[in-house]
């Protein structure tokens, strides 16, 4: 087990370690000859089992894959002190409380408290150091610890899977499965690798490997003040130094890399650098960490994709590259999509009219769900996707799960052939991933719309829709306007005009082309391998010119084991478009009859998306239903405020169950019920207009004041105390979806988001309405003012209305599904998957 990671070297400083390494390699057996070579960053932990396979935690306790095929790190979740390789790429991991976890190829599964250490080999042992010194074996079958006797506070397993200790008192200890052997000297540290070579760290700080002929620890001079330390395969030394150094002796190399690059490139993380291992012949690799700087952008782990260090020859062309000769046209996909991106590897990704994540899937020809709601999208030269959400935050897949690129805020984004990232601002500002990728930095242009060419130069669409190359200072403008664009790993530069039609870039490079999408209206285009692109139609159908082959085969496991989300927190920013005039979205959504015989006939029903799960409606004479997914109906809820016939105008509901009520009878003010005990909250002067509970359980209320003032106040779930949200004056209506992104209707009833410093409408030009909710994925639906349903289309920045629906009260569940009041009788619907 040991460590990883802060403080980036230089890139030549890399090759000389690459260089240093493969004549460690060819060292002389002499132990006491070996040559130490200082590896860039700091350590905390590190684990490197017998068959190669290596784990790192982070400074922040975060773990890290090594990746032998592609020789870099792969990100995990969680956050721990200890980790350990096992089996099968599964390995074992202590967090900060003592809690022993095992990863299952999809999450970490506790497996026991109070522990100070664990060790596990490629073949299935397992063994752990509790706090107490005491010693447990995994039973796998049982998936229960046995306990061993002994004492230990580290431990390590040699070739037969028996264990190594280092005792609370320092002693070195072997265990044979029958009895325990006392070595001389005392350690801090043990390690065992390769053929049984058994590595500790003394008191001294001394790096000592065990001599069994001799039954003697010979120190291996070179390094000092060490006090952790590992073993390769090959039964090489690394140690970790008290100020953090990692100091190794053999290089970690799969046995087959596939290098990609002739020098060392570096992927950024804040306040992180993961450690480097290296091929005989190349340098792979390094993660460095960047300073915390702005208005530049700190990129995560492994945020941005490798980027070509020297001119591509023929010879080594991509056959991505390489433009078809063949005729374009377009195939209907019949399924539905706002926008598009596409990857230099074939990667289809997309996102539905709520902003939901798609992957295209060649097997099924459809589009299947991915974690994920953003309103931009972007592919690496990996697949993964990239994207920003709907309040301006960016997002990173990193193959396992979604990391947010803290402190980056966009409009925009784009990713080229050879691993460029660029970003717009809302002001039109553009921002790319630095030479020595450690942060994006403003670069000469503009554009509210950015597409990356393959040698990473800037397209863009300007804010009056002029297309621009900006390869030069100043960007060259080309006579041409456009609310779409997109550059193919081949080149080749598409668009969208602003009169809608599909248009290619010409061989002489300054003027387009149109290109037929018979029967079809385009919208938006992205470009795949060999100049092959997708269209969205205007009516949002995906059309595809091309399938491009790839391997499918772990596009579901990825779905299903991503970690994190989309939500993200901090510094937000306005996303802009360029507009598509001439077209009115409208989706057709089926509905079902809920049940609700238990409300009372002549009240339209009022409906809350409760934070503990449950659907409610309330009322007057009727009372408080909660649905019953089994009974498929509403079911009578007892509550006080219920049973009592309260004249509740506006409720939401709590994780813990907490009813939060406008109640306008017998009382009027704003009340919380809770175990049927209800409670008044009050603002001086104010009397309440409107509440939403936030899916993290913070309160908002609109309290009106004396010269018709309407002021939003907030109460933290760990505080009693209201306090003003901000010092906007115009609100009718409020709902907050996740990240707390808050949306109100304004008493012009026109609809807004909070950009985190002010309120600004949405669309731009303004969308009226009389009520809004937003779901715990944060979709969000509105009635119009003609009593319309409309949902929130981040992708085109519009409201789509849903066909033939007429509705007085929304609400919306946590699939992103709405439920709506329709009429008094009460009618309650909700929309059909």
Known sequence: MKGVCSIARAIHLMVLVAALFVSAHARAQDRETITWTKLPGT???????????????????????????????????????????????????????????????????????????????ATGNVYSAKRDGSIKKWNPLRSEWQPIDGNARRIALDSGGHPWVVTTSGTIRSYDGKAWTTFSGNALDIAVGGTDAVVIADTDGAVRTFNAADNRWTVVSGVADVVAVAVTPDGGPWAVTRDGSIMATSLLAAEEVKVKEDRAQEATAPGVTVPVSIAPVSVAPVETAPPVTAPPVVVPPSTAPTAPTTPRSSASIDPAAVTTKSNITFVNTR???????????????????????????????????????????????EGNPWGISALGR??????????????????????????????????????????????????????????????????????????????????????????????????????????????????????????????????????????YPWVVSGTQLALASNYFERDEGGDRTTAAATAGNTVGTGATETVVTAEVSGFTFTKTMQFETINSDILSSGEWAKLSIGNDGHIYAYNMGGGMGRYDSNQKKFISKSTFAGDNSYDLTDFDVASNGDIWMYELNPNTGLFRERNRVVKEYKVTGGSVRAVSVAPDDTLYAVFSFTGGLYIIYKKLPNSEVLTKFSNDSDVLDIAVGPGNDVWI??????????????????????????????????????????SALRKWNGANNSFDVINNTNIGYVAVDDDGRPWTSVDNTPTIKRAKD
């Open 43 to 121: 350590a905390v932990d590190l684990s490197i089992n017998a068959v190669g396979q290596a784990y790192a935690l982070a400074l922040d306790g975060a773990p890290w894959r090594w990746d032998k095929v592609e020789q870099r790190w792969r990100r995990m979740s969680g956050k721990f002190v200890r980790i350990t390789a096992a089996e099968g790429n599964r390995p074992w991991a202590i967090d900060a409380d003592g809690v022993v976890m095992r990863y299952n190829g999809l999450w970490w599964e506790d497996k026991d408290k109070g522990v100070a250490d664990v060790a596990a080999d």
């Open 335 to 381: 399924k539905s999509v706002a926008s598009i991106a596409i990857g230099k590897d074939g990667s289809v990704f997309g996102l539905d009219a709520g902003g939901k994540v798609l992957r295209w899937s060649n097997a099924r020809k459809t589009f299947d769900s991915f974690p994920g709601t953003l309103v931009r999208i972007a592919v690496d030269p």
């Open 394 to 531: 960016v997002f990173r897949h990193t193959g396992q799960l979604w990391k947010q690129i803290v402190g980056a805020t966009g409009s925009d984004i784009s990713i080229g052939a050879d691993g460029t990232v660029l970003i717009t601002d809302a002001s039109g500002a553009l921002y790319r991933l630095n030479e020595e990728q450690t942060r994006f930095q403003k670069i000469t242009g503009s554009g509210i719309l950015v597409a990356a060419d393959p040698d990473g130069n800037p397209w863009t669409v300007r804010t009056d829709k002029l297309v621009q190359r900006c390869d030069t200072s100043p960007c060259t403008v080309l006579a041409q306007k456009a609310v779409s664009i997109s550059v193919g790993p081949d080149g080749s530069v598409w668009v969208v005009s602003d009169r809608n039609l599909l248009m290619r870039l010409k061989a002489d490079r300054k003027s387009f082309e149109v290109v037929q999408t018979a029967g079809h209206t385009p919208s938006k285009v992205a470009v795949g391998p060999n100049g």
């Open 745 to 786: 209707v304004d008493n012009s009833n026109y609809v807004q988001q909070w950009t985190g410093t002010k309120f600004e409408k949405r669309p731009a030009n303004g969308q009226k309405a009389s009520r809004i909710d937003v779901g715990a994925d944060g979709t969000v639906y509105i009635r119009d003012t003609n």
